[in-house]
């Protein structure tokens, strides 16, 4: 089992910057696959970014290439989703989501990195709102 909690949401104008964080606990080794997702109102939950926890090759949505970074500090067992030019359009709920489907032959792969399919862990969000 894997319990993840997201912190750093909050509210900032257009042009600014957030950092997200996510804390990863439980059985952590098992993990190939780390990633963020948004979800806004009336809207389906769309991947944001994605990366491997050992090599961190990382992945992006064309939304936030260029101003979001996805990291990780596997020492302390933490993602992170630096968002900088944040635009209104980037209101939502950020969800952090692991994936441990790799096993012992694929233990640093993401198989769908964007895709809500590609991971079987979730947190329960953070809010970033950004207004004009």
């Known amino acids: 089992q894997v319990q993840l909690v997201e912190s750093g949401g909050g509210s900032v104008q257009a042009g600014g910057s957030l950092r997200l964080s996510c804390a990863a606990s439980g059985v952590t080794y098992n993990i190939n696959c780390m990633g963020w997702f948004r979800q806004a109102p009336g809207k389906e939950r769309e991947g944001v970014a994605g990366?491997?926890?050992?090599?961190?090759?990382?992945y992006y949505a064309d939304s936030v290439k260029g101003r979001f970074t996805i990291s990780q500090d596997n020492a302390k067992n933490t993602l992170y989703l630096e968002m900088n030019s944040l635009k209104p359009e980037d209101t939502a709920m950020y969800y952090c989501a692991a994936d441990t489907s790799g096993g012992f032959f694929r233990p640093d792969y993401c198989y769908a990195p964007l895709l809500l399919r590609g991971y079987n862990y979730w947190g329960q969000g953070t809010q970033v709102t950004v207004s004009s």
């Open positions: 990366i491997t926890t050992r090599s961190g090759r990382t």
